[in-house]
């Protein structure tokens, strides 16, 4: 079954202890990116990759890294995460850049940092 | 700035129609989608439209208006399992999609 898959889909976690955000999908598809989402704002763009090795800003990078080592795997990672980075994560790829790609999204991963 | 503007919440009875509508002002434009978010899940694709006009798609059509930077989403024959958040997103000239708050749509009885 085509799919974008995450996790974990749930994470409770303290302010400064590192974590890290899987996502993979299995279309072969060349765009990964990763937003979150906050109740009253529409989805925000943190990251996102073109290619492997192939990394960009989105919107609001501050306080997160990825990487693109493979295709299929495009992890989030949080390296000192804070209160304010508590949201919905959502992991999408879709096949290439071109305007009229739709994007696939993973299930969702909720984080709360305390 | 970048803007889409969306209503917050809409209410509608099952078997009715409903249009939920969407400005915008961005930098450019590449195209407009929609997309229904059911709670707790993810986005998935409705419509894209590129030029004017309305594309229809079974109960569910979508119009753009790039002069007057307007789209709208019509739901037609409503039923229970279309109530979902109903998200607007355009794609800029640099081919960013900019996101909408989302429409949340209730359907009563």
């Known amino acids: 079954e085509a799919q974008v898959t995450q996790n974990p889909r749930y994470l409770i976690t303290v302010t400064g202890k590192k974590l890290t955000v899987t996502c993979s999908q299995n279309?072969?598809?060349?765009?990964m990116s990763w937003y979150r989402q906050d109740p009253g704002l529409g989805l925000r763009q943190i990251y996102y990759?073109?290619?492997?090795?192939?990394?960009d800003k989105g919107d609001v990078p501050e306080g997160y890294k990825v990487s693109r080592k493979e295709k299929r795997n495009f992890p989030l990672i949080l390296e000192s995460p804070s209160p304010n980075q508590t949201s919905l994560y959502f992991c999408?790829?879709?096949?290439?850049?071109?305007?009229?790609?739709?994007?696939?999204f993973g299930p969702g991963t909720r984080l709360t940092v305390l | 700035g970048q803007n889409i503007d969306q209503p917050t919440e809409m209410t509608a009875t099952e078997g009715a129609i409903v249009q939920i509508n969407c400005t915008y002002q961005?930098?450019?434009?590449?195209?407009l989608f929609w997309y229904q978010q059911h709670a707790g899940e993810a986005p998935t694709f409705l419509s894209y439209?590129?030029l004017d006009g309305l594309e229809e798609k079974g109960r569910f059509s979508s119009f753009l208006s790039r002069s007057k930077g307007y789209s709208y989403l019509l739901l037609k024959e409503l039923q229970m399992k279309d109530s979902a958040s109903y998200l607007c997103?355009?794609?800029?000239?640099?081919?960013?999609?900019?996101w909408g708050a989302g429409t949340k749509l209730i359907i009563k009885p």
């Open positions: 279309m072969n598809h060349e765009y």
């Open positions: 999408a790829s879709s096949p290439g850049t071109a305007h009229t790609d739709t994007q696939y």
């Open positions: 961005t930098s450019g434009f590449n195209g």
């Open positions: 990759s073109m290619n492997v090795e192939v990394t």
């Open positions: 439209n590129v």
């Open positions: 997103a355009v794609m800029d000239s640099n081919y960013q999609l900019i």
